[in-house]
């Protein structure tokens, strides 16, 4: 079975303007793909892709306006992500309509962010935060989240969009 989770993408626009904020070297840090920015509703694991478009078509929402940032922050130990608002709704309707297949939905809050980089291991003390860390004021309209699967390879493909209604 595949990995599968749902996501918002941020529009072209959105993501050139994030690939070309300041990027500082800190040792350990890898950096995401431009490609691969994206804001995660629900990470489902391994589920079959026809139950989760099957819940997803019941998703009734309406587009978002997400706001992301403005500061970069760390989550958990081995993630960077920048603050994303305005998906809580969507994300909690996502929830609601997945919570019988894939993984148990998280047993906390949902928060939502935009992972644009993770540790391979903790930074050594001083190294975090660098300094010139970029702060970002970036916001979109999101009218479709999709439904992603990831390949052994990491690679990630689009199963099916779904819009409001």
């Not at 690939?19 to 629900?42: N, S």
């Not at 929402?61 to 994303?84: D, I, Q």
Request: net charge positive; charged share 20%.
């Amino acid at each position: 079975m595949p990995r599968l989770f749902v996501a918002v993408w941020p529009p072209d626009d959105v993501v050139r303007e994030l690939a070309a904020m300041p990027r500082p070297e800190v040792d350990g840090l890898r950096w995401t793909k431009p490609e691969r920015l994206h804001i995660t509703l629900r990470f489902l694991g391994q589920c079959g892709e026809e139950a989760a478009t099957g819940a997803l078509r019941q998703v009734s929402f309406a587009p978002v306006t997400v706001k992301l940032g403005p500061a970069l922050k760390r989550l958990g130990r081995g993630v960077v992500m920048l603050p994303a608002s305005g998906v809580d709704g969507l994300a909690a309707a996502v929830t609601d309509a997945t919570s019988h297949i894939g993984q148990p939905p998280p047993n906390r809050r949902f928060t939502g962010h935009m992972t644009v980089a993770r540790f391979r291991r903790d930074p050594p003390p001083g190294q975090w935060p660098p300094a010139g860390l970029p702060t970002i004021d970036a916001s979109f309209t999101a009218s479709e989240m999709t439904l992603v699967r990831v390949e052994p390879s990491g690679f990630y493909v689009n199963v099916e969009r779904f819009e409001p209604r």
